[in-house]
């Protein structure tokens, strides 16, 4: 089953910069395994904001939890998670596209 | 450019059924000429409603708006186009999701 | 996967009354079958408004949505489906309740 | 009489850890008691945030209201009590589902 | 068990003169009889509006969905009812006030 | 004249509970005051939130705006006054409730 | 007291224009007798929109809902009537304003 | 001084597509001449919708006011106007851009 | 031209009350200040909140700006700026009220 | 392609006031790079309120994004991104307007 989630970070501005590197770092390493992991299938930035929107495949929504909820920057997230039903028109049911 | 296109369609219960057959197959046509077009990527469906997420990639805003207002169940529409940016994280990027 | 499906139904007040009893009457019919076949496992009534909550269990979105939208009353209704994850603390979980 | 409640948890994230393990395991604990009082029937969690939506059954609300502000994160939490009528075609009355 | 229930009513403005004052007559017929049932205690109009909160005193949700929803303008209505808990303070509870 | 106030305390979690308990206190003793002065007619808690409605009765806005800016926990609370206007039905003005 | 209303009218485009011009008479010819018994003290319009705000002055706001919707057009008003209450820097209240 | 107005037009869907086509080349005739009489300066339209964002310039908002609502689709219009002050960083102040 | 100001400050409650009270008396001279200017025309306050409605008389939006922005509270507020056209029935245009 | 882009500055009032002097001369530096850049066309303030309105012309969100998160007050900021298409009556396009 597939799913949107929409991720906002709320990072106090004057929070200890080192702090926020090493967990970019992590963030950006977890959500690399996420990939690999065939949970995370796409990610886009929201332009002008430290947000985004992600497409995950999951067997359901304890899955998603699980998955989001393990990224180091989850404790400043704001996210969304948005169930996805099939679609007849869905390039991808249709062979049009990947 | 990508773009996530949320659409809610506002159809009127009483409307006439043969109408609503007619334009729901104009509608799965030109939705498969937009996907052949390489304009429509992926379209997922909310579930409970009429209505629907699509990933578009298109030059730039004029051209998403051109290929949604083509669609015959645009008068009955109410659409909100979301502009994407590249995430660094982003599978596709990574070579590790098509 | 259990689902929470939040329903408003919108009845045009002047509308026919006698279509609106015998579509009343067919949603009875369809809710019931949707208890029967296990994808409806609760129903509430929202007071004040013809409107409810639904515990609904389905294998995924799509199920979900075929079952919202086989309902007679669907092109009236503005319905939420809201994805559940599985709590540490939910008491048929613990076997504490049914 | 049943009643549905949203709870949204408000966490600072630089909070001393301890402390935070320490209110959630009291909050397991209690969250049990109040399951096993008949109070807490079913408790799912919302993918993706610390929230949950619970189904508690109470004389009234002044009952729920100190079932929920027992709970020992009670002080970090946004709270949204909605009371449920009886509908027709609930599945429980209808003796389909427990 | 005390209600707080807001009631703003819709009433298309070409709609037949005539129906609209004979409902308004039966409406008020009706608002009296919930009165002497003791359901409904207080009425207030929001000021510009045709609009009114009213404090209903009913066993649960149930009953008060039955007392609104038996109100002739019921389906021109869009409802909300907040269940309302015992304040340590009220003037009531402490005899100040009836 | 009469209006409805709804308070919501915002009261941050790790604030020294004694000055919470001391304030608390003056809350009550103040709330009294205003009942035993007539301004204050009936208290509700919303259930779960530390929330409440209010039925004051007063000459005028600003008679409310001291009455409730007197309130010792004021500077931890956002307000809304909603002035109410008389009903036809108001079963008090019909001499069948107090 | 003085109240701060604020109208939005919606009028269906189609209706028709003879109706609108002889009732927007009216509205004028109404809203000057509303100033001169001095319940309507400013008017002014909201720009791009049917709407506008006014500031009453009323004894309570039972007087303001009579005012307000004795309005030929009140029937296609959205209207919300807010209470206002004295400011210590008033310029009216200081003598420097009328 | 310059405004921002948004507007979003709602034409019934099945409205007389000949009295559109005609109401919509009046709009393009009396939009131009807004733009000649330095009014509109800009104009774009917001993708997927049937809705745009000008750039105006007048005196002051009754000005703007009889502008757009001598615009021939004013009645199917929502209109918002946002006034906008002068930044120390416009690129037209500080002549870089025109 | 003539704006609506809709101020909302907000004093975070465990601030340095000293530092509170010089403020707020240098608030109530500048606002004394902008009335003798001639900006602020009147002066409202919104009941049960620290919050006002002001009416200003300024050339345009830059004007308005500069006169709220010159405020000692201005950054504790959260300001609206709402443009003010002229309507033909304001009682003052009239020659009814002041 | 065009963006409109809503900039709302958070920026907590106890803050060190010569950093928020250092960081503001940043932004009007950054702010006139952007523009001699191109991609900041035209800014407006947003009377009242330490926000802007931002015309930016870039080749799509991505740009967008790096040049509105190189701003110095960027993790102070809420940003929201506009997509803008081509309207067929903007004043440029018919070379009546720069």
């Known amino acids: 089953m597939e799913f949107l ?5 709320t990072w106090p501005p004057g929070t200890d910069p080192e702090l926020k590197e090493e967990l970019f770092q992590q963030e950006l390493r977890r959500g690399r395994e996420l ?3 065939g949970l995370c299938k796409r990610l886009w930035r929201i332009p002008g904001r430290w947000a985004n929107y992600g497409l995950y495949e999951a067997p359901d929504a304890t899955a998603v939890h699980e998955a989001v909820s393990s990224l180091p920057l989850w404790p400043w997230m704001d ?10 028109n869905d390039p991808r049911k249709l062979g049009i596209a990947p």
Chains 1, 2, 3, 4, 5, 6, 7, 8, 9, 10 share one sequence.
């Open 79 to 88: 996210v969304e998670v948005i169930p996805l039903a099939e679609h007849p």
């Open 5 to 9: 989630v929409h991720v906002e970070v």
């Open 35 to 37: 990939a690999r992991e």
